[in-house]
């Protein structure tokens, strides 16, 4: 089992819709989420971190935890075409050799169509 | 303007040719990492260096040898490059070791022929 499961996608979501992006993650300890954006050729920038269960909203974004599920996803409100980009979802390994490390999603290739 | 950079972005080369990839940072950040990305696999952690003179492996280190004899640089270096080293390269950087928000650098897409 992968530390951190995205499905890749393609997801194809009409401009204007909602997309919902998903992942799970096998460590109970993790304790911070992030959500980066990469667009093709680019490399990743980050969109949303959350850290407590709940939502967090950002402008059109909205990060949600829930840690008893060990799921996180986010929510894109009247999606754009500049949205389409892949989505990656990073999770915090917990503290090793005093480093917060991260581990990484494959991530999942979000289309909005005009 | 803060920024990370490589170089080279781009490099083809064949086996068993040594190579460096450089990175550099203007934002004086302590903490500094190489990932490489592959379709399907994600971003892995190659080698972390926390300060000056202090760097550990990451999650895929074989291969590949790092030094930080100063803090804005943090070359990657691939002594004897394989095919399976193809990939897309990515130093980041942090304030410290216990921030979260990662600044990425523009990527090297490195071929190994």
């Known amino acids: 089992q992968k530390e951190v499961e995205q499905n890749s996608g393609p997801l194809s979501v009409p401009e204007g819709a909602i997309a919902s992006l998903n992942c799970t993650y096998s460590?109970?300890?993790?304790?911070?989420f992030f959500w980066y954006r990469q667009y093709s050729g680019k490399s990743p920038e980050l969109i949303m971190f959350i850290y407590s269960n709940g939502d967090k909203e950002d402008g059109r974004f909205t990060a949600q935890l829930n840690k008893a599920s060990q799921y996180v996803s986010l929510l894109i409100r009247d999606s754009q075409p500049s949205d389409s980009a892949t989505y990656l979802c990073?999770?915090?390994?917990?503290?090793?050799?005093?480093?917060?490390?991260?581990?990484f999603g494959q991530g999942t290739r979000l289309t909005i169509n005009p | 303007e803060a920024q990370v950079t490589q170089n080279p972005r781009y490099l083809i080369t064949v086996t068993g040719k040594k190579l460096t990839v450089t990175c550099s940072q203007n934002?004086?950040?302590?903490?500094m990492s190489w990932y490489r990305q592959d379709p399907g696999l994600g971003l892995r952690q190659i080698y972390y260096s926390m300060n000056v003179e202090v760097t550990d492996k990451g999650d895929v280190p074989e291969g590949y040898k790092v030094s930080r004899k100063e803090k804005r640089n943090f070359p990657l270096i691939l002594e004897s490059p394989s095919p399976n080293q193809t990939s897309l390269y990515f130093c980041a950087t942090k304030t410290g070791s216990l921030s979260y928000e990662q600044y990425f650098g523009p990527g090297t897409r490195l071929t190994v022929t």
């Open positions: 990073a999770v915090t390994r917990g503290l090793i050799q005093g480093a917060q490390k991260l581990v």
């Open positions: 934002m004086n950040h302590e903490y």
């Open positions: 460590d109970r300890g993790s304790q911070s």
